[in-house]
T-cell receptor, first 112, second 114 residues
Framework: GENVEQHPSTLSVQEGDSAVIKCTYSDSASNYFPWYKQELGKRPQLIIDIRSNVGEKKDQRIAVTLNKTAKHFSLHITETQPEDSAVYFCAASKGGSYIPTFGRGTSLIVHP | ETGVTQTPRHLVMGMTNKKSLKCEQHLGHNAMYWYKQSAKKPLELMFVYNFKEQTENNSVPSRFSPECPNSSHLFLHLHTLQPEDSALYLC?????????????FGQGTRLTVV
């Protein structure tokens, strides 16, 4: 089955800095890569996703890049703010049945 | 709100108790999932139901028993649990079509086994 590795497990930055979270996947057939944000005590919510026919996608301060050859994808957050503090999960899935395999999560802490 | 509701939000149970977790979605989705979230571990997929049929059971112990009476409701029946089963149990739903779509999560049930 699919195996998703996520690094780092904890990331601490100063407000205004950039943050990068990296994930690798094992199944070359995976073609959908969502990122979820889980604030303390809340449910995971989708913040951005990318499909295998696209190399990069951007939404305001958040961007995701995908390297299919290397089987890795990354989340980039620019101009971080304290409200960006949360656990971020990457995931990978394939085919028409959405059953994502999640990474271990990255706890992002943005210091004001 | 995402339209996925889980009850109860918190549950404390003894190892000999029997309890059930409930999940309800009002999004018209045809797939529902149970995930287990423990400290410092990834989201672990437990069960998947597509069109009310169980399609995946990831080696989950028999003390966890799912039930999906219709496409809007999903239950997780618990009995003779162990302390290591204490975790956040998340329900999610999605629309399974030819195009991958977003999974919507419920708030979760925080389970403590004593």
């Amino acid at each position: 089955g699919e195996n998703v590795e996520q690094h780092p497990s904890t990331l601490s930055v100063q407000e205004g800095d950039s943050a990068v979270i990296k994930c690798t996947y094992s199944d070359s057939a995976s073609n959908y890569f969502p990122w979820y944000k889980q604030e303390l005590g809340k449910r995971p919510q989708l913040i951005i996703d990318i499909r295998s026919n696209v190399g990069e996608k951007k939404d305001q301060r958040i961007a995701v890049t995908l390297n299919k050859t290397a089987k890795h994808f990354s989340l980039h957050i620019t101009e971080t703010q304290p409200e960006d503090s949360a656990v971020y999960f990457c995931a990978a899935s394939k085919g028409g049945s959405y059953i994502p395999t999640f990474g271990r999560g990255t706890s992002l802490i943005v210091h004001p | 709100e995402t339209g996925v509701t889980q009850t109860p939000r918190h549950l404390v149970m003894g190892m000999t108790n029997k309890k059930s977790l409930k999940c309800e979605q009002h999004l018209g989705h045809n797939a529902m999932y149970w995930y287990k979230q423990s400290a410092k571990k990834p989201l672990e997929l437990m069960f998947v139901y597509n069109f009310k049929e169980q399609t995946e059971n990831n080696s989950v112990p028999s003390r966890f028993s799912p039930e999906c009476p219709n496409s809007s409701h999903l239950f997780l029946h618990l009995h003779t649990l162990q302390p290591e089963d204490s975790a956040l149990y998340l329900c999610a739903s999605s629309q399974v079509t030819g195009v991958d779509t977003e999974a919507f999560f419920g708030q979760g049930t925080r389970l403590t086994v004593v």
